[in-house]
């Protein structure tokens, strides 16, 4: 595993994308300060100062895309929900990949993008932003959201290269696993944790917005929603507003 440390970029995703043919499978992308972070949605990532972290994860499994890759960053939640766990924390899964302290506020982010040439996948790009150190009043600056950061949940100052360090370890340690038995590898994990399932929900979903209730998550990692004609709609995409 390769680390590029930088000392700035726009966004490590960008900073991946245009350097993926010369990055190596499992190479890390990581930023200590991020100008122009990138969230899902066209929204921004804030940075919110030193000792947060910004990083790419850029993956090159295979040369076509195959369908586990979709979870990869319902792979990542869970990973990170256990880290969280291991500070005392309650952390749960909105779907498909927010996790949010007690269900509530929102501490991390994952942007996933693949880069395809002529048909052929150049590399899968895990963009993930985790606020580790932040001020109370920077937090409550961000809008539309509630957000929060470790720092803020435990009472003291978070290291956050130690915490990379953590979070690459055991995503890797079970990364190959992972991606030869699927979704249902960490199917209990991530349900166990959800904070959106038996609710209604409006979901947006490229340009619409879908409602209905959530009754579950299939084999796949998608979301099944009733709508109110009684019909199930899969969703494999989508934001829960
Ligand atoms: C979201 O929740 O909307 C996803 C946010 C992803 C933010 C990270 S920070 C590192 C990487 N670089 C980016 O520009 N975005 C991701």
Not at 10 to 24: D, F, R, V
Not at 42 to 48: C, E, K
Request: hydrophobic share 40%.
């Amino acid at each position: 595993m390769r680390v590029i440390k930088l000392e700035e970029t726009q966004s490590t995703n960008n900073y991946a994308k245009e350097h993926i043919t010369l990055l190596e499978d499992r190479s890390i992308v990581h930023a200590l300060r991020q100008t122009n972070g990138r969230g899902r949605l066209n929204r921004t990532w804030v940075d919110l100062g030193d000792n947060n972290l910004f990083f790419s994860i850029v993956l090159k499994p295979s040369n076509a895309f195959c369908p586990v890759y979709s979870n990869l960053t319902q792979y990542a939640s869970v990973i990170l929900c256990k880290i969280f766990e291991n500070y005392g924390l309650n952390p749960k899964v909105k779907w498909p990949n927010d996790v949010m302290i007690d269900g509530l506020r929102k501490i991390c982010g994952i942007l996933c993008e693949t880069v395809i040439e002529n048909n052929e996948l150049k590399g899968i790009i895990l963009g993930i932003g985790i606020n580790l150190n932040a001020s109370k009043k920077d937090v409550e600056n961000i809008p539309d959201r509630v957000v929060t950061a470790l720092n803020l949940e435990i009472g003291k100052s978070v290291n956050s290269e130690a915490f990379l360090d953590e979070f690459l370890t055991e995503f890797f340690k079970s990364y190959d696993e992972f991606l030869s038995k699927g979704f249902e590898y960490i199917m209990n994990d991530y349900i166990k944790r959800n904070c959106f399932l038996e609710k209604d929900l409006n979901v947006q979903v490229l340009n619409s917005v879908k409602s209905g209730y959530a009754k579950g998550i299939n084999n796949n990692g998608e979301l099944i929603l009733q709508t109110e004609d009684n019909k199930d709609l899969i969703l494999n995409i989508g934001d829960i507003l």
